[in-house]
């Protein structure tokens, strides 16, 4: 029942509808739903080995298709990009 519920999902999303609203509506993470599905910025592995494959081939503005993880049914879009910077001194700088 969870994965015929994501395909429909799913489905509304390709047909236009709005992620934030939907999440809002359907997602069953509380802490999320209360912000449109928004879980801020996250590196791709910290999505772990279900999702995170699945994201990284993704393009601004894209969904995953529905995904199970031991959590449960996910779709994910991507909104946004942002290039983390990664030299040696900007990370010790950050300790």
Same mark, same amino acid.
């Given at each position: $029942?969870?994965? $015929?519920? $994501?395909e429909t999902i799913?489905?509304?999303l $390709?047909?236009?509808a709005d992620f934030a609203k939907l999440a809002q509506e359907?997602?069953?993470d509380a802490n999320s739903r209360?912000?449109?599905g928004d879980l801020?910025?996250?590196t791709t592995e910290s999505f772990g080995p279900e999702l995170g494959p699945r994201i990284a081939g993704l393009r601004d503005g894209e969904f995953t298709?529905?995904?199970k993880s031991p959590g449960g049914w996910h779709i994910i879009q991507v909104v946004e990009r942002r290039?983390?910077?990664r030299h040696v001194a900007h990370l010790r700088d950050a300790e």
């Open positions: $029942a969870a994965q $015929a519920k $994501a799913r489905a509304r $390709a047909g236009g359907e997602s069953q209360e912000r449109g801020g910025w996250m298709p529905p995904v290039q983390a910077d």
